[in-house]
Antibody, heavy 119, light 106 residues
Framework: QVQVVQSGAEVKKPGASVKVSCKTS????????IHWVRQVPGQGLEWMGW????????NYAQKFQGRVTLSRDTSISTAYMELSRLRSDDTAVYYC????????????WGQGTTVTVSS | DIQMTQSPSSLSASVGDRVTITCQAS??????LNWYQQKPGKAPKLLIY???NLETGVPSRFSGSGSGTDFSFTISSLQPEDIATYYC????????FGGGTKVEIK
């Protein structure tokens, strides 16, 4: 079955970078976008961007442009999200999710990765 | 960026009640809207795509409608397992989520 499994929790200091992985299985990795969404504790969902695993093309939310980099390794069906210049307000759960072709939404989600930014 | 305004931000209803949530876009998004359910501590789950299409396996008591700037999401008969926060999401221009509606049992 389709699975999306993310890397484990991270604790980082302000100013550092974090890279979260998103390993997929059970479907053709290059056939579906991968989206990244974050959720600050107690708040709503915030879309960060998507990557087209086939072409490597990306589209970022304006808020994160210049700080986020999405990438992929098609040989291991894995996508990555790197966020740089971390601040305390980047403390959140970060999700990756498979995109649905007919509507730019997300049908299979990872379990989430908690990133804590603290000095 | 397109802003999505959901209302109410929370509601309390009885089991069996009809529940409706609205989502208003800051500009015309045609029917490029999806709805998700998120239970505490869990990842969101896609319920409705392209405004009114039910995702496979989702109970038929959930429905969506609307186009342009005004959309609605309805649970025809609220069940205890429907306790969750619901989000709309537009994809006409990049992606944006609404602020969410927390649904509780009265």
């Amino acid at each position: 079955q389709v699975q999306v499994v993310q890397s484990g929790a991270e604790v980082k200091k302000p100013g550092a970078s974090v890279k979260v992985s998103c390993k997929t299985s059970g479907y053709i990795f290059t056939g579906y976008f991968i989206h990244w969404v974050r959720q600050v504790p107690g708040q709503g969902l915030e879309w960060m961007g998507w990557i087209n695993p086939n072409s490597g093309g990306t589209n970022y939310a304006q808020k994160f442009q210049g700080r986020v980099t999405l990438s992929r390794d098609t040989s291991i069906s894995t996508a990555y999200m790197e966020l740089s210049r971390l601040r305390s307000d980047d403390t959140a759960v970060y999700y990756c999710a498979r995109g649905i072709p007919v509507a730019n939404g997300m049908d299979v989600w990872g379990q989430g990765t908690t990133v804590t930014v603290s000095s | 960026d397109i802003q999505m305004t959901q209302s109410p931000s929370s509601l309390s209803a009885s089991v069996g009640d009809r529940v409706t949530i609205t989502c208003q876009a800051s500009q015309d998004i045609r029917n490029y809207l999806n709805w998700y359910q998120q239970k505490p501590g869990k990842a969101p789950k896609l319920l409705i795509y392209v405004a009114s299409n039910l995702e496979t396996g989702v109970p038929s008591r959930f429905s969506g409608s609307g186009s342009g700037t005004d959309f609605s999401f309805t649970i025809s008969s609220l069940q205890p397992e429907d306790i969750a926060t619901y989000y709309c999401q537009q994809y006409d221009n990049r992606l944006t989520f609404g602020g969410g509606t927390k649904v509780e049992i009265k």
